[in-house]
């Protein structure tokens, strides 16, 4: 069967093009569904197949956004690893926009506060202060922090783009401290077994925390991404210089945070 030997084509080439971990593992996955399902799916890219092979995803409960991963890895294997036109009449899923969980300026304080680990709370005060995703955060550097301008150099962010974000003030003792002894290309928040941390670590760090901290919301570590933008966006910082800060390639995606929550909404009054 030549299904391994094109899933390795297929790896090698999201690597050469400088793809995350994350997008590796989801492309892969999906293309190795994809394959097995779809009978001569190697020799040709048939558009009545690829559709009932993404309908039948959908009927399965799969939501848009999953949806769109598996049409963006057959995408990228026939373009890139087989070299063979796609069809045009293809069209990607209607996303659901959902407003995104963000936590109150209290709320970030008292998860803070039912940490008692050094590590882990530096970890999630600099996921929410910086604005970092979890796979920026387990890939952060020592040579990445620049104490004196007081700001973060992102390498390798969504994409692969580069970027500037905010070293928060108050962290800046604590962090010097709590890298005392370590390299400059060193980890900053290594796993305990040394090495590279996984995401899933991280979002496990987080979700005990919260945990302890009894706040009732359904939040991820990427929420305190969320809270970072809009608590920024609430205190008057332009759009785009938020957009800046958080790597989006579209200004529109930052747009998601103007949206208003409904803890906003206790302090409108009706205009009857």
């Not at 920026?136 to 922090?145: G, Q, W």
């Amino acid at each position: 069967m030549h299904i391994p030997i094109y899933l390795k084509k297929a790896s090698d080439e999201i690597r050469l093009r400088g793809y995350s971990d994350k997008t590796l593992k989801s492309y892969t996955a999906c293309l190795r569904d994809y394959l097995e399902s779809v009978p001569h799916a190697i020799n040709w890219a048939n558009e009545r197949a690829i559709k009932s092979y993404l309908l039948a995803k959908h009927d399965q409960g799969y939501s848009p956004q999953t949806v769109n991963l598996y049409l963006n890895a057959i995408k990228f294997f026939y373009r890139y690893v087989v070299m063979r036109k796609f069809p045009s009449g293809i069209a990607f899923a209607k996303k659901t926009q959902k407003i995104p969980v963000v936590f109150e300026h209290a709320e970030i304080i008292i998860l803070l506060r039912n940490i008692k680990n050094l590590k882990h709370q530096l970890m999630i005060s600099l996921a929410y202060g910086a604005g970092l995703r979890v796979s920026e955060l387990v890939s952060l550097k020592l040579r990445d922090i620049d104490f004196n301008s007081k700001t973060i150099r992102i390498t390798r962010g969504k994409g692969g783009k580069q970027r500037n974000t905010l070293l928060p003030e108050k962290l800046i003792v604590h962090l010097k401290r709590y890298c005392l002894g370590k390299s400059y290309g060193d980890l900053v928040f290594e796993s305990e077994r040394g090495g590279k941390m996984t995401t899933r670590t991280a979002q496990m760090v987080f979700a005990r925390a919260l945990k302890r901290s009894g706040i009732a919301k359904p939040a991820s570590l990427h929420s305190l991404r969320h809270s970072f933008a809009t608590h920024l966006l609430q205190s008057g910082v332009s759009i785009r210089y938020v957009q800046e800060l958080l790597g989006h390639s579209s200004i529109k995606t930052t747009q998601l945070y103007t949206k208003v929550h409904a803890a906003d909404l206790v302090s409108i009054k009706s205009p009857l």
